[in-house]
């Protein structure tokens, strides 16, 4: 069984997609797989379905559409279940690998350690891999709920670190040519991220764009301005500084 969260929520059983009909359905299975392995409370389930208002016949709503669930992911052969009931509520059972959140998560950590030993090329790979397994807007549908949507939030903040990250191990192993187009395609998504313009600024100048690069000061400069009547931190503004002065520490590779 494989569960995937990172993008619309979609089950995979034996090469197969299973269809997971009813919208309050969807928002129980995603609950769970986000506190996979963990007990979720009846309460908590009510709320992400129906808010500060559920209906008077909540809880056996609830016990419908986790029967439901529970009859869609046990096999044929009679096995036991994922879904457990545990006191207060239920808890879904995962293996290793099952869930794409997880494999996500290990193989950011394994970015980081590479990282942190100077193990670029071995961070790219995790880093890259990590990535690959977005499939789009995280549960875009199914935003309501406390749950869903702080884990969608966090989740999001997670993979803009881990495209800082790429980026500069990517500076870091000299690749800034092939990183200008990707660091442009980052500044469009992230127009008030200010780390993207920096990485671009640096890139652009290690490419021989000096001028370019410092375009992308002024860029950001009116992008800040325009939406948050900001002027840029300190650090964009460094990079602007030693770009003007044709800073000599630009050209190493711990520059980034």
């Not at 997609?17 to 309460?43: W, Y």
């Not at 809880?59 to 457990?84: C, H, N, W």
């Not at 992008?223 to 948050?228: I, S």
């Amino acid at each position: 069984m494989k569960y995937e969260v990172l993008g619309s929520l979609r089950v995979v059983k034996d090469g197969r997609a299973l269809t997971v009909t009813a919208p309050k359905m969807e928002i129980v299975l995603a609950t769970m797989l986000i506190r996979a392995d963990h007990v979720v409370s009846i309460e908590q389930l009510i709320t992400e379905i129906w808010g500060s208002s559920p209906p008077r016949r909540a809880t056996a709503a609830l016990y419908v559409y986790v029967s439901q669930l529970r009859k869609l992911l046990t096999g044929s052969g009679g096995e036991k279940g994922p879904i457990l009931t545990r006191a207060p509520g239920y808890v879904l059972r995962t293996s290793v690998d099952e869930l794409d959140l997880h494999v996500f998560q290990r193989l950011i950590a394994e970015g980081r350690e590479h990282k942190r030993h100077w193990r670029y090329d071995e961070a790219r790979v995790a880093f890259e891999k990590a990535l690959a397994l977005w499939r789009g807007r995280t549960l875009s549908n199914l935003r309501e709920g406390p749950i869903i949507t702080g884990f969608v939030h966090w989740l999001e903040e997670v993979r803009l670190e881990c495209n800082e990250m790429l980026v500069e191990v990517n500076l870091r192993l000299g690749r800034h040519r092939e990183l200008v187009s990707v660091l442009h395609g980052l500044v469009r998504e992230y127009p008030l991220h200010e780390q993207f313009y920096r990485q671009l600024m640096l890139a652009l100048y290690r490419s021989e764009r000096r001028a370019d690069a410092l375009a992308v000061y002024q860029s950001a400069r009116a992008t800040l301005n325009r939406e948050l009547g900001l002027e840029p931190g300190w650090q964009l503004g460094e990079m602007q500084q030693s770009i003007l002065a044709a800073d000599a520490m630009l050209d190493l590779e711990t520059a980034v």
